[in-house]
T-cell receptor, first 114, second 111 residues
Framework: DAMVIQNPRYQVTQFGKPVTLSCSQT?????MYWYQQKSSQAPKLLFHYYDKDFNNEADTPDNFQSRRPNTSFCFLDIRSPGLGDAAMYLC?????????????FGPGTRLLVL | SQQGEEDPQALSIQEGENATMNCSYK?????LQWYRQNSGRGLVHLILIRSNEREKHSGRLRVTLDTSKKSSSLLITASRAADTASYFCATDDQAGTALIFGKGTTLSVSS
């Protein structure tokens, strides 16, 4: 089945230790998104890619970076995680030219910062 | 901000009852979507309603959209315990490049 896969499902890191979260998709969608969702809050868009074009949200901290080496994979790098970065990180995709259309989400990676 | 705001924040009902959640937004939209999120999981798309539509059905789901009031409602009929989840509405942002999610309604259905 076509899907969005996120690894790992749970990630524990130490304060200040870089961490990378991964997302892959078999939907062949051009657009990929990374969201941060803190407890009992709405998902907040960090950035998205349209093909290789990177679009950063204005309020996304510089501590968060992303890479998309090919259509299928996208990575979220947190260079120096702080306690406030503990959250669920959600990857999503959407079809070409369909920003406002249906988004397909992965199961999420829950990040814990010690 | 074009964030949708859901109401109520939390809703508890018995199995078999209907659940109604409301969403309000601030500016004009192309469409409005509803998503479900089970605890600790990703979001699942439920239904999309376009700005020129007033009502849409999908199984036990019924969505209405009133663009004059900038509001939408999601009705789940004959609720089941498996419907226990958080429900989010989402609208397109002003740049038309992303979705803005509301804070969600947490639905608890007890058997």
């Amino acid at each position: 089945d076509a899907m969005v896969i996120q690894n790992p499902r749970y990630q524990v890191t130490q304060f200040g230790k870089p961490v990378t979260l991964s997302c892959s998709q078999t939907l062949n969608h051009n657009v990929m998104y990374w969201y941060q969702q803190k407890s009992s809050q709405a998902p907040k868009l960090l950035f998205h890619y349209y093909d290789k074009d990177f679009n950063n949200e204005a309020d996304t901290p510089d501590n968060f970076q992303s890479r998309r080496p090919n259509t299928s994979f996208c990575f979220l790098d947190i260079r120096s995680p702080g306690l406030g970065d503990a959250a669920m990180y959600l990857c999503a995709t959407s079809a070409p030219g369909a920003y406002q259309e249906t988004q397909y989400f992965g199961p999420g990676t829950r990040l814990l910062v010690l | 901000s074009q964030q949708g705001e859901e109401d109520p924040q939390a809703l508890s009902i018995q199995e078999g009852e209907n659940a109604t959640m409301n969403c309000s937004y601030k500016t004009s939209i192309n469409n409005l979507q509803w998503y479900r999120q089970n605890s600790g999981r990703g979001l699942v798309h439920l239904i999309l309603i376009r700005s020129n539509e007033r009502e849409k059905h999908s199984g036990r789901l019924r969505v209405t959209l009133d663009t004059s009031k900038k509001s939408s409602s999601l009705l789940i009929t004959a609720s089941r315990a498996a419907d226990t989840a958080s429900y989010f509405c989402a609208t397109d942002d002003q740049a038309g490049t992303a979705l803005i999610f509301g804070k969600g309604t947490t639905l608890s259905v007890s058997s």
